[in-house]
């Protein structure tokens, strides 16, 4: 059974950082890909970022530069970096596998509150 466990959110001001983390209860993390997303009141949730099980990445526009995703297989953990943040960051977190698919999934853990202050 998928069971995604997401953490690191918080308050933080415009211009701080925060780094997430997600552990990821499955086997079969090493062979994913992984993405983490966020979801804002009233809108969408959108992709952030995303990562092969070969480390190659990929990035909305508004935070390349920005924030950084990895992962550690060994673990089974996917991470995000995220510097100078801005309050259109603030959303829910959530990290989830990637794929062409990911609008249709239908898990996803409790997720990580973001909030940037001005």
């Known amino acids: 059974q998928v069971q995604l466990v997401e953490s690191g959110g918080g308050l933080v001001q415009t211009g701080g950082s925060l780094r997430l983390s997600c552990a990821a209860s499955?086997?079969?993390?090493?062979?994913?890909?992984m993405g983490w997303y966020r979801q804002a009141p009233g809108k969408q949730r959108e992709l952030v970022a995303s990562i092969t099980t070969g480390g190659r990445t990929n990035y909305l526009d508004s935070v390349k530069d920005r924030f950084t995703i990895s992962r550690d297989n060994a673990k089974n953990t996917v991470s995000l970096q995220m510097n100078n943040l801005k309050p259109e960051d603030t959303a829910v977190y959530y990290c989830?596998?990637?794929?062409?698919?990911?609008?249709?999934?239908?898990?996803w853990g409790q997720g990580t509150q973001v909030t940037v202050s001005i």
């Open positions: 499955t086997s079969i993390f090493s062979i994913a890909a």
């Open positions: 989830n596998y990637f794929g062409n698919s990911w609008r249709t999934y239908t898990y």
